[in-house]
């Protein structure tokens, strides 16, 4: 570990002080990896899973859509929470209180189950029939005691078509019956419209939406948390409302690529020895935002 007793590391959050005095590969390992900011839309979401998960069991369980712009936060706030409530392995038992599965690309019940055995880590016979998938995947949700059932990317249920995206509207009412947990929905606008479609589901989740992020006091807030968070040796002057306006201008307004952006102006800052996130380092950064990215893209396919 580097000694730097006389720089004042108090712009910091203390466990980044120690973190700033260590050599720059080491922090440079450290920026880039994922870190939670609890801003207030993410807490409220982590309370509003919590409500559901200590929700007492009755025939018919509250559930939650967690609606947002792709790359705007919603796979880290349920990241979060599973990890607020972990799976728990002794000899001959497996808890798992809180299961995160995707939803097919290809949507159908039988890769829905398929997708569902695998994230509880079952094993399924080749050529097994749907009956026999459903069975095995209800039995195994019952025996690791799921008690909340999260489905990522919920909008891909659009891809099918009208007669696979209602069988599956059926099994998401089926399952909650069923098993009697609640069931969390997380996906873009699409599967906002997905749920609406179907009168019985709209009426049991209750959307959230993590809209995309303005020039305000939260977002301030929240540069000031990053700029505390990075192991940088100087002040980062990034919570201002200039610097959000040019920052959210970049990042197109979501989470992700705010991030994605600041962590790359962070190491540019270690490497330049700026040792701070400003004009100069936000210059140097190599960052693309969305939509140039897409226009390289479909410039490179010509």
């Given amino acids: 570990m580097e000694d730097y007793p006389s720089i004042d590391l108090s712009h910091l959050q203390p466990a980044s002080q120690g973190l700033a005095r260590l050599p720059a590969v080491e922090r440079i390992q450290r920026i880039r990896t994922d870190r939670w900011i609890g801003y207030p839309l993410a807490v409220e979401a982590l309370n509003r899973l919590e409500t559901l998960y200590s929700w007492p069991n009755k025939q018919r369980m509250p559930n939650l859509l967690l609606i947002g712009h792709t ?93 696979n995206r209602q069988e599956f509207l059926n099994l998401l009412r089926f399952l909650g019956n069923e098993l009697r947990i609640s069931l969390v929905g997380v996906g873009t606008r699409e599967a906002y419209l997905a749920i609406r479609s179907d009168d019985q589901l709209e009426n049991r989740f209750e959307p959230m939406l993590l809209p995309l992020w303005e020039v305000n006091d939260d977002c301030c807030s929240l540069l000031a948390s990053f700029a505390a968070s990075f192991p940088l040796r100087r002040h980062s002057p990034i919570a201002t409302s200039d610097m959000a306006r040019y920052l959210l201008s970049r990042s197109e307004g979501t989470i992700g690529e705010l991030t994605h952006l600041l962590m790359v102006a962070a190491v540019a800052a270690v490497e330049s020895g700026e040792e701070s996130i400003n004009n100069r380092t936000l210059s140097m950064a190599d960052y693309t935002g969305p939509s140039e990215r897409r226009r390289q893209f479909e410039r490179d396919l010509r």
Wanted: net charge positive; charged share 20%; hydrophobic share 45%.
């Fill in 71 to 163: 790359n705007n936060g919603k796979s880290m706030i349920i990241e979060k929470f599973r990890r607020i409530h972990p799976s728990i392995s002794d000899i001959d038992q497996e808890h798992i209180p809180v299961l995160v599965v995707q939803m097919p690309s290809e949507p159908s019940v039988t890769r829905f189950y398929v997708a569902l055995l695998a994230a509880m880590g079952a094993p399924l016979r080749p050529r097994s029939r749907l009956p026999e998938i459903e069975q095995l995947a209800l039995a195994l949700l019952r025996k690791v005691n799921v008690q909340m059932l999260v489905i990522d990317e919920l909008h891909n249920v659009l891809a099918g078509n009208r007669s």
